[in-house]
């Protein structure tokens, strides 16, 4: 069955960077378009980025373009997400989700991510 385990969250001060990763398998990875998304305290899920299965073309929400940078690698099964000039308002429980953007199937347990002082 499909698994995906999300990994790399933790507290981190505004300003500062992490990276996500998150281990894909029971599928054919390099088949499919992958998706980031995000839910925070208190609301409703939100895509954050896209990336197609050949990893050639990405697409992000405005609130994270030119911060987060979706990536892949379909030799180890592995979709990231490194996460640069991190701000409070990106705290939220990340996950992975099969699919692309509003077509996603599947998703992982998710990683939490804090941003404070």
């Known amino acids: 069955q499909v698994q995906l385990v999300e990994s790399g969250g933790g507290l981190v001060q505004p300003g500062g960077s992490l990276r996500l990763s998150c281990a894909a398998s029971?599928?054919?990875?390099?088949?499919?378009?992958m998706s980031w998304v995000r839910r925070a305290p208190g609301k409703g899920l939100e895509w954050v980025s896209d990336?197609?299965?050949?990893?050639?073309?990405?697409t992000y929400a405005d609130s994270v373009k030119g911060r987060f940078t979706i990536s892949r690698d379909n030799a180890k099964n592995t979709l990231y997400l490194r996460m640069n000039d991190l701000l409070p308002e990106d705290t939220a429980v990340y996950y992975c989700?099969?699919?692309?953007?509003?077509?996603?199937?599947?998703w992982g347990q998710g990683t939490q991510v804090t941003v404070s002082s």
């Open positions: 989700a099969k699919g692309p953007r509003d077509s996603y199937d599947d």
């Open positions: 029971g599928f054919t990875f390099s088949s499919f378009d």
């Open positions: 990336i197609n299965n050949g990893g050639g073309s990405t």
